[in-house]
């Protein structure tokens, strides 16, 4: 065939696939700054554009990714004997949260668990190695990064360990992130008995790409149905033994587990895996205080952005003041515009982040949110020292969030993410108390400062922030 021939058919192929592309875009419906940033990819990188788009642009919340008559009978199988709604009070500001996560996710009320609020790695893993070495009955595990180093050893000796003796051990990990983790390393878990399983797995990318873009952000550990264990920690070495990462998680006895092994049960069916006796994993607890929470899902399984929908009524609801933490700021336009009316109405709104995070490119797009914030009367307080990665709110000591989810697009709208949150005055203010002395190592960003920063500067951030809903 003439190569001219073959250059036209080429180009003829390449532009409808291109036009296609953009017309399905277009007719998705989606949040319109990111229809934007990929209409902005497609035309000006075509050839990449389309690559990109591939793998990680599909949006597949519509897509049934689990029977939702299953999904259904296990949000609702710890539940049936819960105290009546009138015997569950939380104060009237937060009424409307309360019925927002009951009804976007079928997260109801659960009465009564103790908490212990976890600010470092060497605690976290201490505790969680003695409570997996008295587990008697089960240990579902589940861990966005579990890396193949000294803590991810001592973990997994423990789940082999347990294993061994009978104790019924399940894993998930989530493929892409562990990308560097050897297959060898999980192989040796299951040759001792431990279930392993990846949530939306894809070994195969450029045959997966409906999957590849949908990560298993979340951080789960339930042990025999009474102690569990969520929040921003993975497994490995940074997180254990490098005080330069700065984080936050929970240890939970009580109701409060159930919500979590909920969770992972639906995730564990999602990875192609089956149960027997579902029942039997959620074991009576005890009411140890009076302590409300809900613990959330997010991600794909979702009709609705369910975290990003609670963190937009918490930031409406506050009163006096709102304090959050999160390694990464790229706020959907409905989170910054919840923040100014808060700052505006004359709310204390506090926002830390790191001076420098983890991902480079991340931080110009961050830092072009701001200026129009810091107007409004946002404070923002960058950690000199350490990397904040803990993920947190807490409100008129009150209401408090501890989970996985960060404040940026990925997480509130594509990630498998999970917080919780707890309507208790004494653990609020504890999450209050652990924000304002992390304050101590923090440098304020001042208005009058901040605008005089270089054009150089302004013109970096206003570049990357093109593509935030893609990061």
């Known amino acids: 065939m003439d190569k001219s021939l073959l250059h036209s058919v080429f180009y003829i192929i390449y532009f409808v696939l291109v036009v296609g592309t953009i017309l399905i875009v277009l007719t998705e419906n989606r949040n319109p700054i990111k229809t934007v940033s990929w209409l902005l990819i497609l035309l000006f990188v075509p050839l990449f554009g389309l690559f990109f788009y591939y793998i990680f642009g599909q949006d597949n919340r519509k897509q049934k990714l689990v029977n939702k008559r299953y999904y259904d009978r296990i949000k609702s199988l710890p539940f049936n004997d819960l105290l009546r709604d009138d015997q569950l009070q939380v104060l009237p500001d937060y009424f409307n949260l309360v019925n927002l996560l009951k009804s976007n996710n079928q997260s109801p009320l659960l009465l009564g668990s103790k908490v212990e609020i976890i600010t470092r790695g060497k605690r976290m893993f201490e505790a969680l190695l003695e409570d997996m070495e008295n587990a008697k009955d089960h240990i579902h595990m589940e861990f966005f990064i579990f890396k193949n180093d000294e803590t991810g050893q001592l973990i997994k000796q423990m789940l082999m360990k347990k294993a061994s003796e009978g104790v019924n051990v399940r894993f998930i990990y989530d493929n892409v992130a562990n990308w560097r983790v050897p297959r060898k390393f999980y192989y040796e878990m299951t040759t001792c008995g431990v279930q392993v399983s990846s949530l939306m797995e894809t070994r195969y990318p450029l045959f997966q790409s409906s999957k590849i873009n949908y990560r298993n952000h979340r951080k789960v550990v339930v042990i025999d149905g009474t102690i569990g264990y969520i929040g921003g920690m993975n497994v490995a070495n940074a997180y254990a033994v490098n005080t330069h990462w700065h984080d936050r998680h929970l240890r939970i006895e009580g109701m409060g587990v159930h919500g979590l092994q909920a969770g992972f049960m639906i995730d564990w069916y999602s990875s192609g895996k089956y149960w027997e006796n579902t029942r039997h ?191």
């Open 281 to 471: 994993y959620f074991k009576s607890v005890p009411v140890y205080t009076k302590n409300l929470m809900q613990i959330v899902t997010g991600g794909p399984y979702s009709e609705y952005s369910n975290l990003l929908q609670a963190t937009i009524s918490i930031v409406l609801s506050a009163k006096k003041y709102i304090y959050l933490q999160t390694p990464y700021f790229l706020p959907t336009n409905s989170l910054f515009e919840a923040i100014q009316i808060a700052c505006l109405s004359g709310v204390d709104v506090r926002l830390m982040v790191s001076r420098r995070s983890d991902s480079p490119y991340i931080d110009p797009a961050s830092r072009s949110y701001y200026e129009d914030l810091l107007k409004a009367g946002l404070k923002i307080y960058e950690n000199r020292d350490k990397f904040i990665h803990a993920k947190t709110i807490v409100a008129d000591d009150y209401v408090s969030v501890i989970g996985s989810c960060n404040l940026d697009f990925r997480s509130m709208e594509t990630n498998f993410e999970i917080n919780c949150y707890m309507y208790d005055s004494d653990v609020a203010i504890e999450n209050k108390n652990i924000f304002l002395e992390d304050m101590e190592n923090c440098d304020e960003v001042i208005y009058s400062q901040w605008i005089n920063r270089s054009k150089w500067k302004r013109l970096l951030e206003s570049i990357v922030r093109l593509f935030a809903p893609l990061m």
